[in-house]
T-cell receptor, first 115, second 114 residues
Framework: EAGVAQSPRYKIIEKRQSVAFWCNPISGHATLYWYQQILGQGPKLLIQFQNNGVVDDSQLPKDRFSAERLKGVDSTLKIQPAKLEDSAVYLC?????????????FGPGTRLTVL | AQSVTQLDSQVPVFEDAPVELRCNYSSSVSVYLFWYVQYPNQGLQLLLKYLSGSTLVKGINGFEAEFNKSQTSFHLRKPSVHISDTAEYFCAVGRMDSSYKLIFGSGTRLLVRP
């Protein structure tokens, strides 16, 4: 079974530029998550999708971050414009269901450096 | 609101020695508890989880954890570590109600030395 795929693996941009990350979840998984992991901290949930609908985006900085999951499969996370404090690893995860008991499977992440 | 505390940012240990990684949580409702491992340049992988039943939970790679409700702890243990166990370990909690969100601790880096 293929795991969660993410691209790119690394991205370096200058502040005020825009960037987009892509995630392909495990086939059949209805729930998709985007996490931000700042160096030295645990992952923080940015947004959760159930199929193609948003379940929770309460911690997504909506003035600069946006995410979509068209057709309930792949998802993209965009930052525009980027700030220095956005430097982090962005992790995508998926699970079969939406309960906290459902195992979340994580991708390798995209490491973003904002200069 | 829930919170998770991993007091040890780094734990050095020699190969074949036992190890315990500590996790304490606070929550106004009952919780589910998880331990995830993150190897360098990889995503997180579930080690084990406590949902209900026996308070001693066994996971992959020889790890186990014990849920202690009175002390609000969920410490991770392994009787004999290998070099390959060197990684970052994250404790997480999820609410036992309709909420789905996982709250992660800040992580503990396990460094196994030969």
């Amino acid at each position: 079974e293929a795991g969660v795929a993410q691209s790119p693996r690394y991205k370096i941009i200058e502040k005020r530029q825009s960037v987009a990350f892509w995630c392909n979840p495990i086939s059949g998984h209805a729930t998709l998550y985007w996490y931000q992991q700042i160096l030295g901290q645990g992952p923080k949930l940015l947004i959760q999708f159930q199929n193609n609908g948003v379940v929770d985006d309460s911690q997504l900085p909506k003035d600069r971050f946006s995410a979509e999951r068209l057709k309930g499969v792949d998802s993209t996370l965009k930052i525009q414009p980027a700030k220095l404090e956005d430097s982090a690893v962005y992790l995508c995860a998926s699970s079969q269901g939406a309960s906290s008991t459902d195992t979340q499977y994580f991708g390798p992440g995209t490491r973003l450096t904002v200069l | 609101a829930q919170s998770v505390t991993q007091l040890d940012s780094q734990v050095p240990v020699f190969e074949d020695a036992p190890v315990e990684l500590r996790c304490n949580y606070s929550s106004s409702v009952s919780v589910y508890l998880f331990w995830y491992v993150q190897y360098p340049n990889q995503g997180l992988q579930l080690l084990l989880k406590y949902l209900s039943g026996s308070t001693l939970v066994k996971g992959i790679n020889g790890f186990e954890a014990e849920f202690n409700k009175s002390q609000t702890s969920f410490h991770l243990r392994k009787p004999s570590v290998h070099i390959s166990d060197t990684a970052e370990y994250f404790c997480a909690v999820g609410r036992m109600d309709s909420s789905y969100k996982l709250i992660f601790g800040s992580g503990t880096r396990l460094l196994v030395r030969p």
